[in-house]
């Protein structure tokens, strides 16, 4: 798995992440009325949250793992350089054309930079973490 798709399942799992915790929450409340209610009908909603608690765990693990594998691929890197331009485009989301002024690099120059530690490194990253 390249850099570039690695990040790309980072910012799937993140938003995965986002939208499970928050449907956890609302469960968690619908739970909470349904037991006030009549608590033998919260069955289906007690399974749900231990679904979406399991669900959770198992996206933060593969999130974690995901987040290392992108470092070591960064890491890898030989040319400070290069790990600087892949550590803030990778890890700090800042757009390429922030990078080339923060380095006092021209763009075209990032863009090559970038472009040459893509091509190095990736093999030190997992196959697949399983996502679903």
């Given at each position: 798995m390249s850099i570039k798709t690695t990040k790309a399942?980072?910012?799937?799992?993140?938003a995965q992440l986002?939208?499970?915790?928050?449907?956890?929450r609302h469960t968690q409340k619908q739970l909470a009325l349904i037991d006030r209610a009549s608590p033998a009908s919260g069955h289906r909603s007690r399974?749900?949250?231990?679904?979406?608690?399991?669900?959770?765990?198992?996206d933060?693990?593969?999130?974690?793992?995901?987040?290392q594998a992108l470092i070591?691929?960064?890491?890898?890197?030989?040319?400070?350089?290069?790990?600087?331009?892949?550590?803030?485009r990778y890890l700090g989301d800042?757009?390429?054309?922030?990078?080339?002024?923060?380095?006092?690099y021209d763009l075209r120059w990032v863009y090559r930079l970038h472009a040459r530690g893509?091509?190095?490194?990736?093999?030190?990253?997992?196959?697949?973490?399983?996502n679903g």
């Open positions: 399942a980072i910012t799937r799992l993140q986002w939208r499970n915790t928050q449907y956890l399974q749900q949250l231990r679904a979406l608690q399991a669900a959770i765990a198992r933060s693990a593969n999130l974690e793992t995901l987040n070591a691929a960064i890491d890898s890197q030989a040319n400070p350089q290069i790990q600087e331009i892949l550590t803030r800042e757009p390429f054309t922030a990078i080339a002024a923060a380095m006092g893509l091509g190095t490194g990736a093999e030190l990253l997992p196959i697949s973490t399983g």
